[in-house]
């Protein structure tokens, strides 16, 4: 098969690669790219392992093909932090023990932070109406809703 060049802004940095027509965009930033905190879960997209933001959007990188992507932003865990320092929902999750075995706080963390880019002060309700396309196995969701939960009072004091 003949390769597509596409366009990315992968956390804030332009990325012109040469991708396969069915290559998934979780291949292309786990493979090309070497940002390993997407994960393949399911490839079905019911999981949320493989959660990134997409211009401005939380979706599931294993049913986005690249070559449909051109031009478009990208933001991975990798590119949250800045000159070293933990975005605020990176470091609420560590706070209140949101993160367990880790295999779905990438994910997890992206769907949060892609709520709270578009509202900054979300309800109990809207938390879990944004996290519920992510799958954990490990801490039942409580410290989850409660380190998002603190973000938003974080930005209120």
């Known amino acids: ?62 049913l986005i093909l690249t070559a449909q992507i051109d031009g478009y932003e990208v ?12 975005d605020p929902i990176q470091q609420s999750f ?3 023990q949101a993160v367990q075995c880790g295999f779905c706080t990438p994910g997890m963390i992206m769907s949060a932070k892609a709520l709270l880019n578009k509202n900054p002060n979300p309800s109990k309700e809207e938390i879990k109406t944004a996290i519920e396309g992510n799958l954990c196995r490990c801490t039942g969701y409580q410290q989850i809703v409660e380190a998002i939960e603190a973000v938003t009072q974080i930005k209120e004091g």
């Open 75 to 86: 933001l991975t865990i990798e590119g949250l932090e800045v000159n070293g320092k933990l």
């Open 94 to 96: 560590i706070d209140h």
């Open 1 to 62: 098969m003949r390769k597509i060049e596409v366009t990315l802004y992968v956390n804030n940095t332009k990325e012109t690669l040469q991708v396969e027509p069915t290559e998934r965009l979780l291949d292309t930033l786990r493979n090309q790219l070497k940002l390993t905190s997407v994960k393949e879960g399911c490839a079905v997209g019911e999981c949320g392992a493989c959660t990134v933001i997409l211009n401005g959007e939380a979706v599931h990188s294993c």
